[in-house]
């Protein structure tokens, strides 16, 4: 017995050193300054700077808060904490498919629409290979991307869609912002509308999307159609899209399309010019990131092990008439939000930024003004397109058909559209925007401000 | 500050504990805990520290004047005393409620002050009235040391989040620390346990009841009845867990450092009866209002009709007692009409002629069914989430979403549920007597015990650094 009570003791000061230690490990940890990281890559945010010493917040305590929040969220370690997390959390439920962030949507009824006057387009796409992955990570580096997605994310089958939910005002907004739009410059110039379907509305079932009491994305698109402008020319890709379903036309991980997927967007461009298509063999192509991106969805979703699974990978094709071989060379001209100008490349190795940020190989991503001369191109044509960051993807097809293209973030720019169009003199005007942009209430300011 | 906070576990703890090991007197002890204690406290803005000091300063001198004055003047200074902390309660916490009402009614006043509710300025009155009127009652000496009584009400263990600490329970451990090896390491499993329990079970649970029981009207009003069910069933584990993960470690860090708080959980889920319920669920709190108001009153040695009073009139007041809004008064009536039943309707042979099972179950559909009420303090809210849960929102009975956030937490609910009855208990007492036998067991025991709360710590703690702000449920209260 007195063995027994010996042990007992001995377990109960070996209990105390082993919790102490943690303790005190942990608390080491946190003092160690200078570990203490100032960017997430994982959650592609800055993290909480300390807070500044003022009266005011000593007083009414929002200065310790802002001390209790810097502690806990640029701990040591912290992502490493945070994905171990998660991969417990994974082991939460059956999570072969998942919808995160479900809570406190609710879409609007789409009314009905007036049918499409585009007629649909006959064309046949190309078989393409899809990339497998192979190991190329990047070094650490600035974020750029934006947080536009908004929604919830369903995930099943290793693969992320932001579900999408209609807002009749937003819709209204949008569609009279694109008439005022037209009214303006719709005798100078031709003006087109594009609105881009999420993957969920051309990857998923739609009985799954009615059961999680999301709004029929091609519905909407119908109903803006419906409702611009006749003179205004819709560029309506849903059907492509859908046509071409099977193939690597959406980021798993991300909510943005692939190229690939912009592709067949430009074939029905093409299609309304009245133009052949160029032939995806007719371009050089790239792999970037490969097997190690994991995009917006993989941050919004929780650093989800099952999206953690199945990395994307970028693959670009580069215009016929840049040089893709020289990676010093420069074929476009970019204006950043600060003013400063850079001579850039449309596909752009991303190698000097993190690995979450493989979409931004296309068109110098979301800026204010850009700009590309087709030295092959003598004609004086030219066309503007105002975009949102799917359109990033979608520039590089229409390089080659005109000798100036210009684009703009409609985020970003604090241009009006008929100025531009007067300064650069262009033919033909793109609006490209993600439908949930477009009927959205999140950036109808920005569109309203270009309109005006 | 909040127990469940990085900086709180990770360095004001270890320096708490620290400073409790290396000084060796009492009164070392308890100055270097009162610092720490108001630092707590202050860490929401020092401006309420001052409201503090001058409750501490009005009790502090009631309760001396009491004890001094003759007899007849006894039960004025203890009026005088409470009325005041009362009504200081009442400006900072009910002020703006009652203006609100008023306004409402009769269009005056036009403008309604904003007054910001200290944190746990509840919990702390409550410990200051219990303690003056223990010094009325003679049950208790007054503290002659401003500094002493400052100590037991900021006690940064259970000053904003309870439990309510009567003073004739701790004074004999603060004058007077000891602690032992077996205590230490009691409190080292109970803080961690607690610490856990909030940082990845009530959290956890909170996550999937804040995306059902949303605040939004238009979306509530689109949530399926099994949504609102879901939801609610979330909350009602959410609330337990989260309140009782707080009384665990304020009782583990007690006992860590020589401090004995009774404990203010005791299983609650696991009651056959609303009575029982209540004997269970925040014991600090219900006792309190059974001595300090229920028993004053008249209790139940008076007719049936003045206990009925009586019995409304508490639960009235603690209703009240959890936040100034009708929701919480309705949550109140409502349990203090549940009690009403039990006590004059089905009277005590119902515990016997009613199955286990379905006294149990009926419980737990009535807390249930209460949390709902507890949840929203936007009436109109409550209505559509009380529509929705019968399916009067005419939107189906279940929907994608539902299921699929079910099956995506069917374990994590299981593994909640199951920390909401004594199973972790009775597991672990099964362990520790076949520990008794020797073998294999013997050492699994003890291996345990060695590494639980250090386990607990570090599961914590990854649960804890993702989550920057994450207060306690009853931190307002």
Known sequence: MKDRRDIARLVQAVKLIAFASVLAAMCALGLMLFLRPETSLQENRTLTKFPAVTLRGLWDGSFFSGVDTWYADTYPLREEMISAQKALESHYGRRSTQLIGGGGMVADAIPDAVPDTVPEPGVTAEPVATAEPTATPAPDGTVHAVGEFNGSIYITQNAAYGTYYFSQSGADDYISTMNQIYQNIGGKVNMYVMNVPLSSAVMLDRNVIADMGCSVESDAIDYIAGKLDPGIRNIRIYDNLLRHNAEYIYFRTDHHWTQLGAYYAYQVFCQLKGWTPHTLDQFRTREFGAGSYLGSYYRSANQSPELASAPDTVQAWYPMCVNADDPNARDMHMVQQDGSEYDWRIINDMFDYPDSEWYCVFSAADQPFCSLHNPDIHDGSAVMVVKDSYGNAFIPWLVDHYEYTYWVDFRYTNETVSHMVETYGVQDVIFESATFNATGDLVNGEFLSIGS | ?477
């Open chain 2, 1 to 477: 500050m909040v127990f469940s906070s990085m900086l709180f576990v990770f360095l004001f703890l270890p320096a708490n504990m620290l400073s409790q090991i290396f000084l060796s007197s009492p009164k070392a002890k308890n100055i270097a805990m009162l610092a720490f204690s108001l630092v707590f406290y202050s860490w929401a803005g020092p401006r309420y520290l001052l409201l503090l000091l001058g409750m501490v300063l009005i009790c502090w001198l009631g309760a001396m004047f009491i004890e001094d004055a003759p007899e007849e003047r006894r039960r004025l200074i203890l009026t005088v005393t409470v009325a005041l902390c009362l009504a200081i309660l009442g400006v900072f916490k009910y002020l703006g409620f009652l203006l609100r009402n008023f306004q409402g009614l009769f269009g005056v006043p036009k403008a309604i002050p904003n007054i910001v509710l200290p944190i746990g300025i509840s919990f702390y009155t409550f410990q200051l009235v219990s303690y003056v009127a223990d010094v009325y009652r003679g049950q208790v000496e007054a503290q002659r040391k401003y500094w002493m009584l400052l100590l037991y009400a900021s006690l940064f263990h259970q000053c904003i989040a309870g439990p309510i600490v009567r003073y004739k329970d701790v004074n004999e451990d603060i004058l007077a620390r000891e602690t032992t090896p077996e205590e230490v390491s009691a409190g080292i499993s109970r803080f961690a346990v607690g610490l856990a329990k909030k940082a990845v079970l009530a959290n956890g649970c909170a996550v999937i009841a804040d995306q059902l029981l949303v605040s939004d009207a238009q979306a509530l009003s689109a949530v399926p009845a099994m949504g609102i069910l879901l939801g609610a069933a979330a909350f009602t584990l959410q609330i337990y867990l989260d309140f009782s993960a707080y009384s665990d470690m304020a009782i583990g860090m007690g006992l860590m450092c020589g401090l004995h708080y009774r404990e203010n959980f005791n299983y609650p889920y696991m009651s056959g009866s609303i009575t029982e319920f209540w004997r269970r669920w925040h014991i600090s709190l219900s006792s309190f209002f059974r001595d300090y108001v229920y028993i004053p009153l008249g209790g139940s040695r008076c007719g049936t009709g003045r206990q009925l009073l009586n019995l409304l009139a508490v639960w009235f007041l603690t209703g009240m007692w959890h936040g100034a809004s009708w929701n919480f008064i309705l949550w109140g009536l409502f349990f203090g009409a549940l009690l009403a039943v039990e006590r004059f309707v089905l009277g005590p042979d119902a515990q016997r002629w009613l199955p286990q099972a379905v006294r149990h179950g009926g419980v737990l559909v009535l807390v249930l069914f209460s949390w709902i009420i507890f949840k929203f303090t936007d009436m109109a809210l409550l209505g559509t989430a009380l529509k929705g849960l019968f399916g009067l929102n005419h939107n189906g009975f279940s929907s994608a979403a539902v299921s699929l956030l079910f099956k995506n937490n069917v374990y994590f609910l299981v593994l909640a549920c199951a920390a909401c009855t004594p199973l972790g208990k009775t597991l672990r007492t099964m362990l520790r007597n076949l520990g008794r036998r020797g073998g294999v067991m013997y050492w699994l025991d003890a291996a345990w015990e060695i590494v639980h709360p250090a386990a607990l710590l570090v599961l914590a703690a990854m649960a804890l650094v993702g989550d920057s702000y994450n207060p306690f449920l009853y931190f307002q209260f």
